[in-house]
């Protein structure tokens, strides 16, 4: 059962306009959200993150939004570069019980192309 | 360069063989974890090792085992291996246990023929 959900595959973009990558998740207990970017051939790299008690996160020209309600959040680029053309994945984390479990669950990514 | 290092990068072998992933955390990092990504699926948490102990366990495969060393590197060892295990394998570490920003290795290629 996939608790977060990128059910987008791919997106095209022109440069400079804005870039809107979702995220969808089922699971209630998720507290913490996180965005990775993806470069072929390398790992998967940090990009933002944001806690359930914010709706909001900015960091430049990336801005993630959360809805607990409608258990969505939503990736923001403005403006969009040619360098930002990559894989992004979704990923979740629910909190420690007795610090048995941090592990994140990762959406399936979405493909991002900003055409120059 | 995130810091975290993972060898080989590739690795082709045959059904029933058996391997072994190795990777070095950051410098720092007391947490390590490994996610597959196979062919149109995201990264599956396979499982985490904190400061020389398993902590949690995700979708991994009886045929699979890790384990981490005293000087923190960890090693994922694949076992009678399928055509399915044909994956990326992802090495990420961690500061603490609580590993909300995990950094990322570059991967190993697995092909199994």
């Known amino acids: 059962d996939q608790q977060v959900k990128q059910n987008s595959p791919s997106l095209s973009v022109q440069e400079g306009r804005i870039s809107i990558l979702n995220c969808d998740y089922t699971?209630?207990?998720?507290?913490?959200f996180l965005w990775y970017k993806k470069y072929p051939a390398e790992g998967p790299t940090f990009l933002i993150s944001i806690s359930s008690i914010k709706d909001k996160n900015e960091d430049g020209r990336f801005t993630v939004f959360l809805n607990k309600s409608a258990k969505h959040l939503s990736l923001h680029i403005v403006p969009s570069q040619p360098g930002d053309s990559a894989v992004y994945f979704c990923a979740a984390s629910a909190p420690l019980i007795d610090g048995a479990n941090s592990k994140l669950t990762f959406g399936k990514g979405i493909t991002l192309s900003v055409r120059p | 360069d995130s810091g975290v290092t993972q060898t080989p990068k590739h690795l082709i072998t045959a059904t029933g063989q058996r391997v072994t992933l190795r990777c070095s955390p950051r410098s720092g990092d007391l947490s390590v974890y490994w996610y597959q990504q196979s062919l149109d699926q995201g990264l599956q948490f396979l499982i985490q090792?904190?400061?020389?102990?398993?902590?949690a366990k995700g979708n991994i495969l009886e045929r699979f085992s890790a384990q981490q060393f005293p000087d923190l590197h960890s090693e994922l060892n694949l076992s009678s291996l399928e055509l399915g295990d044909s994956a990326l394998y992802f090495c990420?570490?961690?500061?603490?246990?609580?590993?909300?920003?995990?950094?990322f290795g570059p991967g190993t290629r697995l092909t199994v023929t």
């Open positions: 699971n209630s207990m998720f507290d913490y």
């Open positions: 090792y904190y400061n020389g102990e398993e902590r």
């Open positions: 990420a570490s961690s500061e603490g246990l609580a590993g909300i920003e995990q950094y």
